[in-house]
């Protein structure tokens, strides 16, 4: 079986979660696994029912927490000489027919159709992500350049 590199050619750039998006997912983190520990040592000092059952909760919430974590930090686009990939999307470059901005009261994100109705949307937590819409730009619309 031939690697998205292998049919795509090299990479040309990496466009990764940003720094603020993953500080804020630490903070949230280390608050949850700082509440766990707080909880536990209160159910040893006092025995009360209830902060065990808190204890529970921090660290149902500090394990899922553990996980996004990871997975936000795997998250990224890469862009290849002929295409890109983003999670299991490949898009070739003359697979891609638009590039949108799509917006909602939260948040903002970046639409890609392809063809055979295939569509992926990137968060805009990706850093630099106006130069990633650039970038797809001028290698698979040149006709939407000036």
Do not use: C
Not at 34 to 55: E, G
Not at 96 to 110: F, G, P, Y
Request: glycine residues 6%; charged residues 20%.
């Amino acid at each position: 079986m031939l690697s998205t590199q292998d049919h795509m050619g090299r990479i040309v750039a990496v466009y990764r979660i940003s720094a603020p998006t993953l500080q804020r997912a630490f903070f949230v983190l280390t608050l949850t696994i700082l509440f766990f520990i707080a909880t536990a040592i209160a159910f040893l000092l006092t025995q009360r029912p209830l902060f065990l059952l808190l204890a529970f909760g921090f660290m149902v919430v500090s394990v899922v927490s553990s996980f996004s974590f990871v997975s936000l930090q795997r998250t990224a686009v890469n862009v290849y000489e002929g295409g890109l990939e983003f999670r299991k999307f490949i898009f070739s470059w003359d697979e891609i027919q638009s590039v949108e901005w799509k917006s909602t009261d939260r948040a903002r994100r970046l639409e890609i159709k392809g063809s055979r109705g295939r569509a992926v949307v990137i968060p805009g937590s990706i850093g630099n992500i106006g130069s990633l819409e650039e970038m797809i730009v001028r290698h698979a619309l040149p006709a939407r350049q000036s």
